[in-house]
């Protein structure tokens, strides 16, 4: 085995590459199952889907790479989503940059002493298809979709959005040495 000295900075670089294809690859697979979640049984049966596997298909594709991926957001839908204490000023970030029309960028964080990097990346909505489970109630969400929506999230909070509008943020917990490992 070689040893290889790595700097802080090229930690950092490789954490920012690899939060960036980590959110890509799961928001890649949440589209997929979704989309054939709709065609197979429409969007209120997609609800269900989601309800059901989305936070598994997350917590297993942060298992494969020993990493915890999650989003958050202030307006979630399903608990789950809720920020933690670490999550909340950069999400809150996220939505100041977002309400005063300013870019933002992925980021890393460091928690535990350095050990741990948080990356996190907003999410935005990206597309009219998402307004039929996160738009207007009665006029992109149909009374169908509202029925289950109320059904399985009673407090749900993730309505009223627009295309463009920041929806939440990618969050994932990277041991250092995970990143270290990559290099």
């Known amino acids: 085995m070689e040893i290889k000295r790595v700097t802080e900075a090229e930690i950092i670089q490789e954490a920012m590459i690899w939060g960036d ?46 990493v915890q991926l999650k989003r958050a957001s202030n307006r979630a839908r399903n608990s789950a989503d809720l920020p933690t204490d670490e999550e909340r000023p950069i999400l809150e970030a996220y939505e100041y940059n977002a309400e005063n029309g300013i870019k933002s960028d992925p980021n890393i964080q460091k928690f535990e002493n350095g050990e741990v990097l948080l990356y996190t990346k907003p999410i935005t909505i990206p597309s ?28 749900d909070r993730a309505r009223g959005h627009k295309v463009g ?18 290099l």
């Not at 298809?129 to 407090?155: A, F, R």
């Not at 990618?170 to 995970?178: A, D, G, L, Q, T």
């Open 165 to 182: 509008d920041l929806r939440g943020m990618w969050s994932v917990r990277i041991p250092k040495k995970e990143v270290v490992k990559r």
């Open 21 to 66: 294809s980590l959110t890509q690859e799961a928001q890649n697979q949440l589209i997929s199952n979704l989309q054939k979640a709709i065609s197979e049984q429409g969007i209120p049966g997609a609800i269900e889907f989601c309800n059901v596997n989305a936070l598994p298909i997350l917590t297993e594709l942060g298992k494969v790479y020993s």
């Open 128 to 155: 009219g298809m998402c307004l039929n489970c996160h738009g207007e109630p009665e006029k992109e969400i149909s009374k169908e979709t509202l029925v289950k929506l109320d059904q399985l999230y009673p407090s």
